[in-house]
Every structure is written in structure tokens, then in C-alpha cells.
């Protein structure tokens, strides 16, 4: 630096400094506080009820997972999760899912607040036992990733009227079948916030994206 801008910089009153050091402080602050705001917030999906301004969340489950355990909505209470629904026997879109599901899990394994919940949609075939072996095949750990079976019509019932999955209609009963390669984000709140191409890379990565986009939104508003 010359001697002439030292002698401006040296020039320069005390009341400006301190208004330049201020500034200075408050950008810092402001750039600490809002580091973990996330970029925007992902939408919330459903029809409200107008009557009690509630937003549609999912309903209360209980099945049986590949261990033999019971798994309820309460195993998911203030977690995260990506579901899908599927079933062994299928030759087409299912181990594609299954694939990237596995691709999701293997991300967020280490993550506490992300789940993941894998449900049949032909349970007669998919007993525990079938299950284990599929979910054992893809590293599932129990833990975290659920694979369920139990009554027919209440998993075509969540996956029609809770998840809103598929807009085919159906009452579960023998002829009745979903097959859909959708999957869907659940926040904490047991909301739906994002349906992804189980079978598309690309939408896929969008998932990832968009679960990183939700911890961030769950992370400010804890501040």
C-alpha cells in the first residue's frame, strides 16, 4: 500500500470506522444466523380440512415387519421418512425401486431422523420370512428400514387414501391390485411433502436433495 492510501485510510474519522466496523459485525451475525434457513421450503400435500384447518396426514398403521415385529405410526413419530410400496414377486418396476430406495438408505444410514418404509401390496405371498430374505439382500437394517405385511385392504387403503400413491380405486379385496413406482416423503408432522419416479435416477436425486432441504427446515426452526 502507497503512503498516500495509508494516509487516507488514516484520514478516515473515527465515527466512520466504527460505522464500517458495525456493518462489518452485523453482516457476520446475519450470515451465522441464517446458514441453516433453507433455500425454500417444499410444499405440503393433501387436502386441508376446512373445518379443523388441518393439513391431510397419514393415518395410523399397524403391521408386521421382516423380523416378526410389530412396526405403528409411533416407530415413525418425529422422524422423517421415504415410503414405498411393492411386492417380491415383481419382475418389472420393483427392483428398480428397491434398487434406489436401497441408494436413499445407504445416504441417510447414519442419520437419526430419517426412516424408511417399504410396504407389500401382496402380503399373502410376502409373509416375514420372504421379506427378511429380500431385505437382508439389500442391507436393510431393521432399525431403519421397515418392511411390512399384514392386512390387505388396510395397505391398499393407505396407499390410497393416506399416501395418496395411486388414484386407482379399489376395495383390497382378491382382484384388487396397486402397483405404482411412486415414492413419498413424510415429514415429522406425518405430512406429505414430495412424491418421486422410484424408477428415475434423476427424481431420485431430487429426493435426496429435497430430504436435505426438509433436516434444514426442521434445523432452523429449532434455533
Known sequence: MSCISCKKLWSIPALEWLLILMTITLGLLWTSC????????????????????????????????????????????????????????????????????????????????????????????????????????????AKKWHFVTGDKQKIYDLARISYLVTATKGDGGPDDFVHTQNFALIDKEKRIRGYYDGTDSTDVNKLITEIDLLLREYKYADK
Do not use: W
Request: hydrophobic share 30%; charged share 25%.
Open 34 to 141: 441464517n446458514e441453516d434457513r433453507p433455500l425454500r421450503t417444499l410444499p405440503v400435500y393433501g387436502m386441508q380440512d376446512e373445518q379443523n384447518k388441518s393439513n391431510h396426514t397419514i393415518a395410523p398403521f399397524s403391521f408386521i415387519d421382516q423380523n416378526g415385529d410389530t412396526v405403528t405410526d409411533k416407530d415413525y413419530s418425529n422422524k422423517i421418512y421415504v415410503t414405498d410400496f411393492f411386492f417380491i414377486f415383481c419382475r418389472s418396476i420393483c427392483p428398480v425401486m428397491t434398487t434406489q430406495m436401497q441408494r436413499v438408505f445407504e445416504h441417510y444410514k447414519s442419520n437419526p431422523d430419517v426412516m424408511f418404509l417399504s410396504y407389500s401390496v401382496n402380503p399373502e405371498y410376502d409373509t416375514p420370512a420372504v421379506l427378511k430374505e429380500y431385505a437382508d439382500k439389500h442391507h436393510a437394517d
